[in-house]
C-alpha cells in the first residue's frame, strides 16, 4: 500500500529486476534490462519512451506474451511468472490488451469480433451474447455490430478492439500504443472513451505510448523508459516541469513547444 494524500493507494502491479533478452544471428539484444515499477488499483498510469526503448516489450512480459528472463511480476497479488499454463489462461483473461494496428479478423463482423475472446473460453452463447451487447454499448458500438472492419473507420476499429479487450471483463487494460495510428481528433475520442471506462469500471489502465498528449491528458502518474531501464516516476506535471534525465527533459521541451503552439492556435488536445 502506498499512501497518497489522506487515502491509501492499493499497490496492483509490482514489477521488480525484470531483464529481457532476444537472441538474433547478431547476437543476443538486452531489451528490459532490471525494470522496477509500481503500478495503483485503478489508476491509468503512462508509461512514455522513444522508440526501442522497451515499451511494447514491457507490456508482453505483463501478460505472458513474451517470457523474461529474470525477474517478478505480480498481478492482483498474483505472481504471474510462476503459473503453470492452465493457471496462465486463466489469470489472462484477467488482462485485456488493445494495439496500434487493431489486430480484427476481416472476415468477421464486429460482434464475432469481440465475441472472439468468449468464444474460444467456451463461454455459453446467451452469456456471449449478453455481453458482447453491454460492451459494445459501453464503446458505442452498439448500432455496428453487423459491420465489417473494412467498413469501419480507423476509430471504431480501434473501439473494436477495446471491447474485444473489455468482454472478459478484465481487471488490467495494457494499451500499446493505441492511439499512434489515429488522428487527433479519434485519438482524443478514444482517449474520452478509455477515461469513461476508467471511471465507470475502476479498471486499471496502463498506457504505454510515446505521444506526449496521450500522457498528459489521461495519466496522472507516468513512468519514463529509456534504453531498457526506468529512469523517472512520477506525477506527470513534475516530470514535465522538473525532468531529472534527459530522455524526460527532451519530452519537456517538446510538451513546452506543444503547449505554445496550442495557445498560439488554440489546438490540440
Known amino acids: 500500500m502506498t499512501v497518497c494524500g ?34 495503483h488499483k485503478g489508476e491509468i498510469f503512462g508509461i512514455i519512451g522513444f522508440s526501442g526503448a522497451g515499451k511494447s516489450t514491457l507490456a508482453r512480459c505483463i501478460n505472458r506474451l513474451e517470457t523474461p528472463d529474470a525477474g517478478n511480476i505480480e498481478v492482483g497479488g498474483v505472481d504471474i511468472l510462476k503459473l503453470s499454463k492452465k493457471e496462465l489462461l486463466k489469470e489472462r483473461r484477467k488482462i485485456g490488451m488493445i494495439f496500434q494496428t487493431f489486430n480484427l479478423f476481416e472476415a468477421r463482423n464486429v460482434y464475432h469480433n469481440i465475441s472472439y475472446p468468449l468464444e474460444i473460453s467456451n ?33 471504431q476499429k480501434q473501439r473494436v478492439g477495446i471491447a474485444r479487450a473489455l468482454v472478459n471483463r478484465p481487471q488490467l487494460l495494457l494499451s500499446d500504443e493505441a492511439t499512434s495510428a489515429l488522428d487527433p481528433q479519434t485519438t482524443l475520442q478514444i482517449l474520452d472513451l478509455l477515461k469513461e471506462i476508467n471511471r465507470s469500471t475502476g479498471i486499471t489502465i496502463l498506457m504505454i505510448t510515446h505521444e506526449l498528449d496521450a500522457i498528459r491528458y489521461s495519466c496522472e502518474r507516468m513512468a519514463v523508459l529509456e534504453d531498457g531501464r526506468i529512469i523517472e516516476v512520477g506525477a506527470v506535471r513534475d516530470i514535465f516541469s522538473n525532468p531529472h534525465s534527459h530522455t524526460g527533459a527532451l519530452f519537456a521541451r517538446v510538451y513546452t513547444e506543444f503547449q505554445k503552439t496550442d495557445l498560439e492556435y488554440g489546438s490540440g488536445i
Open 123 to 155: 463461454v455459453p452463447r446467451a452469456e456471449i451474447r449478453r455481453r458482447v451487447l453491454e460492451t459494445a454499448e459501453l464503446v458505442g458500438l452498439a448500432d455496428k455490430l453487423d459491420a465489417y472492419p473494412g467498413a469501419l473507420s480507423g476509430g
Open 6 to 39: 489522506i487515502g491509501v493507494m492499493e499497490e496492483y502491479i509490482k514489477i521488480s529486476g525484470l531483464y529481457k533478452t532476444f537472441h538474433s544471428h547478431n547476437g543476443p539484444v538486452q531489451v528490459l534490462k532490471g525494470i522496477d515499477l509500481t503500478v
